[in-house]
């Protein structure tokens, strides 16, 4: 029964791991409060931060994060009354808390180079650092 419950306790501990997070929370204090007026600024910020957190593809598919179509780009604030988009509203609630969610924003991509359904879609959630700049803190696909 003991080790029963040892391999139950690692196997949960395993998925728990595993589970998408990001590795570090903006802080509060360093961003930039923005609004849905910024969104020409976050587009053209892309430019940069996609290639910075996608590359370019995968040995088999090299290229096929080169281009890329926005679905989404908004403050995760406006998201609120989208089933979709109000999802991750909610895991950056749960990742970084209320007041860093409020500040960042939900930029979901389609990447029609990519071989089916699950690597055509990304999703990465911004805030804009008053030192830096625009930088993605979590990606989720």
Same mark, same amino acid.
Request: proline share 5%; net charge neutral; hydrophobic share 45%.
């Given at each position: 029964?003991?080790?029963?419950? +040892?391999?139950?306790?690692?196997?949960?501990? %395993?998925?728990?791991?595993?589970?998408? /997070?990001?590795?570090? !929370?903006? $802080? +509060?204090?360093?961003?930039?409060?923005?609004?849905? /007026?910024?969104?020409?600024?976050?587009?053209?910020?892309?430019?940069?931060? #996609?290639?910075?957190?996608?590359?370019?593809?995968?040995?088999?598919?090299?290229?096929?994060?080169?281009?890329?179509? %926005? $679905?989404?780009?908004?403050?995760?604030?406006?998201? $609120?009354?989208?089933? %979709?988009?109000?999802?991750?509203?909610?895991?950056?609630?749960?990742? !970084?808390?209320?007041?860093?969610?409020?500040?960042?924003? +939900?930029? *979901? +991509?389609?990447?029609?180079?990519?071989?089916?359904?699950?690597?055509? /879609?990304? /999703? #990465?959630?911004?805030?804009?650092?008053?030192? #830096?700049?625009?930088?993605?803190?979590? *990606?989720?696909?």
């Amino acid at each position: 029964m003991y080790a029963l419950i +040892l391999i139950i306790s690692m196997l949960t501990l %395993v998925s728990f791991e595993s589970y998408a /997070q990001p590795k570090n !929370c903006p $802080v +509060l204090s360093e961003l930039e409060v923005t609004s849905l /007026q910024d969104k020409k600024e976050v587009i053209e910020a892309l430019n940069t931060l #996609i290639p910075k957190t996608y590359g370019t593809g995968l040995d088999d598919f090299p290229y096929m994060y080169t281009k890329w179509n %926005v $679905v989404t780009a908004k403050p995760f604030i406006n998201t $609120v009354g989208n089933k %979709v988009e109000e999802g991750y509203f909610g895991m950056a609630k749960t990742f !970084c808390g209320k007041e860093i969610a409020e500040k960042s924003w +939900l930029v *979901r +991509l389609d990447f029609p180079k990519a071989p089916g359904a699950d690597l055509a /879609q990304g /999703q #990465i959630f911004l805030a804009k650092s008053k030192e #830096i700049g625009w930088f993605v803190w979590f *990606r989720y696909h």
